[in-house]
C-alpha cells in the first residue's frame, strides 16, 4: 500500500521559512517523480514544484521561483520543500505527489493529472 506522508506544516509569520518533508512508502521511490501541490481555500489544487528520479532536474510555479527549492533523498524515500520569504498568499494545504515515470534524468512534470498517488497534505499559514 502506498502510502505518502507529509509533515512540517505550521504557523509562520510574512518573511519566515518552513521546510516541508514527504515521507514514502509501499513504493520504489527512485522510480517516481516527485512533486509538491497546494491548495488554498476555495481554489483548485495548483502546482508548486517538481523534481525528477535523479534529482537532477526540477520544476517551479513562476510564483515560488527564487523562495522554494525542493529536493530528494532516494536513500531515505523522502522528498522535501524548503520555503523561504514566505508571503500570506503562500497560505494553503501542501500535498506532495508521485508521478511514475520511465525517465531517470528527463524534466519532471508538472500536470497534476500525471501523478499517481498523493498524500493528505499539511496546512501551512502565514500571517501578516
Known amino acids: 500500500q502506498v502510502q505518502l506522508a507529509e509533515s512540517g506544516g505550521g504557523l509562520v509569520q510574512a518573511g519566515g521559512s518552513l521546510r516541508l518533508s514527504c515521507a514514502a512508502s509501499g513504493l520504489t521511490f527512485s522510480s517516481y517523480t516527485m512533486g509538491w501541490f497546494r491548495q488554498a481555500p476555495g481554489k483548485e489544487r495548483a502546482f508548486v514544484a517538481s523534481i525528477n528520479r535523479s534529482g537532477g532536474s526540477t520544476s517551479y510555479a513562476d510564483s515560488v521561483k527564487g523562495r522554494f527549492t525542493i529536493s530528494r533523498l532516494n536513500a531515505k524515500k523522502t522528498v522535501y520543500l524548503q520555503m523561504n520569504s514566505l508571503k500570506p498568499e503562500d497560505t494553503a494545504v501542501y500535498y506532495c505527489?508521485?508521478?511514475?515515470?520511465?525517465?531517470?534524468?528527463?524534466?519532471?512534470?508538472?500536470?497534476?493529472?500525471?501523478?499517481?498517488?498523493w498524500g493528505q497534505g499539511t496546512q501551512v499559514t502565514v500571517s501578516s
Open positions: 505527489a508521485a508521478d511514475e515515470d520511465e525517465s531517470f534524468y528527463g524534466p519532471p512534470t508538472m500536470r497534476r493529472y500525471n501523478y499517481d498517488f
